[in-house]
């Protein structure tokens, strides 16, 4: 009989796979916070998929083939009843700091075009476990705005640009202050 063994995972590929998990993990949290906003009228958050064309027909199990055909740009979608919408880009690590540019340029191209446009445009981070919201502006500029000299934020920054969020059944966001 043949015995189990575990698969083994270089430092790069496990580092891979916590990374994963934890942005799964955020995401399955902003899911649950997506259900009860819906379901109490105060709004619509919508996940966005990556883009993918079919190319393998359904076989055993109801699997297919795809493949990936351009990255989709911002997480979610966001409507509120005062007719307010934009979007939201969700960003999740358990480090000390989040480097700014972790946004790519299609993220930031969206987030930036929203805000010119007068739509939300938010950054949602989680940190260490706890949950920050910045505005696309001050993501990337300071209070003069001019550019951010630092090439990363730390917890401290991100509560100093942004409102750090409570956690119990969901992310409990003032939608009236955004």
């Given at each position: ?21 934890n ?8 899911e ?35 493949v ?52 939300l445009?938010?950054?949602l981070?989680?940190?260490r ?50």
């Amino acid at each position: 009989m043949r015995k189990f063994t575990a698969k083994r995972r270089t430092g790069k590929s496990l580092s891979g796979y916590k990374s994963k998990k934890n942005g799964q993990s955020a995401e399955d949290q902003v899911e649950q916070s997506a259900i009860y906003y819906r379901e109490a009228g105060q709004a619509e958050i919508l996940k966005r998929y990556e883009p993918y064309k079919r190319i393998g027909g359904g076989g055993r199990g109801g699997m297919f083939k795809a493949v990936y055909t351009g990255k989709s740009g911002c997480d979610y979608s966001i409507f509120l009843p005062d007719g307010r919408a934009g979007m939201i880009e969700v960003k999740s690590r358990e480090a000390e700091r989040i480097y700014i540019s972790v946004i790519d340029e299609l993220q930031r191209a969206q987030l930036k075009r929203l805000y010119e446009w007068n739509q939300l445009s938010l950054i949602l981070v989680r940190m260490r476990g706890e949950w920050y919201l910045i505005s696309y502006f001050n993501w990337y500029f300071n209070e003069n705005g001019e550019p951010h000299s630092r090439k990363s934020h730390s917890i401290k920054q991100l509560s100093e640009i942004g409102m750090r969020l409570n956690f119990s059944t969901h992310l409990e966001i003032p939608f009236t202050s955004i």
